[in-house]
């Protein structure tokens, strides 16, 4: 069964592709009349699950936790084979718990909250884990270890503590707990496969169109098509190659695409009589469109059809759980008020735990020193720098002193003239002796030069006397930086 004929699946491969049909992968002699399948019928389908080469595909330095120390094995930690076809992270698609403290769950309750003040509904669609959708596919020990019933109760808490903050939080527990006719998750890749995009939209939908809000958003119709034969080699396929010198091959997945069922030719659109969207899907790789189009999933175009409404996609990858989150706060579009509908696609196992993340977004929900009274302000030019050389940019001392005692909270917003500054403190000192010091990761395809963030004063009776920058990156490039202060 694992030895396979290289010559013969390449041929049948090249045929299933000619005539359309790999995405279903079978064929008519595969069965023999008395409901046995036939030796060539498991070949087909050991090609299309990538057994190419001959096993054992795995070995003993998987468990050596030496190798999940840094770089982009971290994020693989510990990978362990499943039944054949499947490999698994223990770290992440086995995690069991799904905690939510306490100062994340103000920091969510406060985003609801701001962005309703801007006439935005949050909808929250909270992803699985691959355990959670494919614990049947794992073998001992780690059938006996992993407990999905316990992992499955701590993800409906969780969805229960976001839907209690005030969000709008998709009921996947049918997703959980149904039968399904394709698997939700490519079998040696973290993300989903178009059919687990597709169900989860259906999810998201049935939510959505149960709110009255969604009657005043304007209706278009959209059909969803077969697209192309999607080949996935696998993130975790391709960790278990370098490591062990012996992986699968690429699984191969009929992808789907989604198009206004008009057509993109119909006269309204060439004219521009289309109604602008109101509805902005945030997430992870899962949802983005990307350029690489054998990693296009079809959640937007999903979402699109069964909500019968446009949807403008801010979904990026390597961007974390929040990176395209700031992107769309940020965006002319959100300052403008397009929005009526904000959907984050969210895995379940991202804590959105960093507060410092948050002191970033709250600001950016709310429109930063946009129509609020000034404290101070200062325009400067960053000069040519290297990392770990500070600039200040802005100064509260002297004539123009500001009082700013007495505030819990201060809004720090700022246009920087270019947008690849991405690694940096932001340093704010007070006239008590005390400092802050955040550090700032913004995610690399961030493509703005605006940057916002809440500064916390050690007392409250305390002045703010400056604000510096440390770099961890060289400034290349002179460039000017115009600063704000005001009430948060």
Same mark, same amino acid.
């Given at each position: ?12 491969? #090249? ?63 510990? =990978? ?28 969510? #309750? ?11 509904? =949050? ?8 355990? +959670? ?33 005030? #969000? ?46 969604? @009657?005043? +958003?304007?209706?278009? !119709? ?68 990307? @350029? ?13 059809? $069964? ?17 395209? =989150? ?27 735990? @960093? ?5 970033? =977004? ?7 020193? !946009? ?39 201060? +809004? ?12 940096? $403190? ?17 995610? #690399? ?22 604000? +510096? ?20």
């Amino acid at each position: 069964m694992w030895q396979l004929r290289l010559p013969d699946c390449a041929t049948w491969l #090249a045929l299933c592709l000619c005539l359309g049909l790999a995405g279903v992968c079978s064929v008519a002699e595969g069965d023999n009349g008395d409901g046995e399948v036939s030796g060539r019928q498991i070949e087909e389908r050991d090609v299309m699950h990538g057994a190419f080469l001959k096993p054992p595909f795995t070995c003993a330095a998987l468990s050596d936790p030496d190798i999940y120390a840094e770089g982009v094995m971290a994020s693989m930690r510990q =990978l362990v084979a499943g039944e054949p076809y499947w490999f698994f992270r223990t770290e992440v698609d086995l995690q069991q718990s799904f905690p939510l403290d306490a100062a994340s769950r103000q920091a969510f #309750a406060e985003l609801v909250e701001r962005l309703e003040r801007r006439g935005v509904r =949050l909808v929250v669609m909270l992803q699985p884990t691959r355990g +959670l959708m494919h614990a049947d596919a794992l073998v001992s020990p780690w059938k006996e270890r992993y407990s999905r019933a316990a992992a499955r109760q701590s993800f409906l808490e969780k969805a229960q503590t976001l839907r209690s903050l005030g #969000a709008m939080v998709v009921d996947m527990e049918p997703v959980l707990t149904g039968k399904h006719e394709q698997e939700y998750f490519f079998r040696r890749d973290h993300h989903w496969t178009p059919y687990g995009a597709q169900v989860s939209a259906r999810q998201v939908a049935k939510a959505m169109l149960a709110d009255p809000g969604i @009657d005043q +958003l304007a209706e278009m !119709t959209f059909e969803t098509r077969p697209g192309i034969l999607l080949r996935k080699m696998g993130t975790m396929n391709v960790a278990v190659k370098v490591v062990c010198g012996n992986a699968y091959n690429y699984q191969w997945v009929r992808g789907s695409v989604t198009v206004p069922k008009e057509g993109m030719d119909s006269a309204d659109t060439l004219f521009g009589d289309v109604a602008t969207p109101a509805i902005a899907l945030v997430g992870t790789s899962n949802s983005d469109n990307r @350029d690489d189009r054998y990693k296009n999933y079809n959640f937007q175009g999903f979402l699109q059809q $069964y909500l019968s409404r446009d949807v403008v996609n801010f979904a990026m990858t390597g961007g974390g759980a929040t990176g395209s =989150l700031e992107d769309v706060l940020l965006s002319e579009a959100y300052q403008n008020g397009q929005f009526r509908y904000l959907i984050w696609e969210l895995p379940v196992s991202y804590a959105i735990d @960093d507060q410092s993340i948050w002191r970033q =977004l709250l600001p950016e929900a709310s429109g930063g020193c !946009t129509d609020k009274t000034l404290l101070a302000s200062d325009t400067v030019t960053l000069p040519i720098s290297e990392a770990d050389e500070r600039a200040e940019v802005l100064a509260n001392a002297g004539q123009h002193r500001r009082v700013t005692a007495g505030k819990s909270h201060l +809004l720090l917003d700022m246009n920087f003239s270019a947008n690849n500054l991405k690694e940096f $403190y932001v340093l704010a000192y007070y006239d008590n002796g005390q400092r802050e010091k955040i550090r700032i990761r913004r995610p #690399a395809r961030l493509d703005t030069g605006r940057f916002m963030l809440r500064l916390d004063p050690p007392g409250r009776q305390s002045n703010l006397l400056s604000v +510096l920058l440390e770099f961890e990156q060289p400034v290349a490039e002179a460039m000017k930086v115009e600063t704000s202060l005001c009430d948060y």
